[in-house]
């Protein structure tokens, strides 16, 4: 079993920047990879980054070149800097984590990008 808790969501303007975190706690070393994504109203959930055991990375061609996931293993956090937000980046964001051949979410965080 895998925990996920994240924080960072909040309000913020066109043009800013805000930085999620999830930190994820029991079974760690079965961890293969550790993403993002995030559902707006009325939409489906989608990627918006991945890392895959600190090597591999991708990214929703939605955010790159402004959203950077990085990973954090002595701290078993992963982390999401985005910066430039566009109001189209307003959803609750989710932490997943892949292991043991199944997945396992975060309880979401808001963002709300305002114009």
């Known amino acids: 079993q895998v925990q996920l808790v994240e924080s960072g969501g909040g309000l913020v303007q066109a043009g800013g920047s805000l930085r999620l975190s999830c930190a994820a706690s029991g079974s760690i070393l079965s961890i293969n990879v550790m993403g993002w994504y995030r559902q707006a109203p009325g939409k489906q959930r989608e990627l918006v980054a991945a890392?895959?055991?600190?090597?591999?990375?991708n990214y929703a061609d939605s955010v790159k070149g402004r959203f950077t996931i990085s990973r954090d293993n002595a701290k078993n956090t992963v982390y999401l800097q985005m910066n430039s937000l566009k109001p189209e980046d307003t959803a609750v964001y989710y932490c997943n984590a892949y292991a043991g051949w199944r997945d396992y979410w975060g309880q979401g965080t808001q963002v709300t990008v305002s114009s």
């Open positions: 890392n895959r055991r600190g090597a591999i990375t």
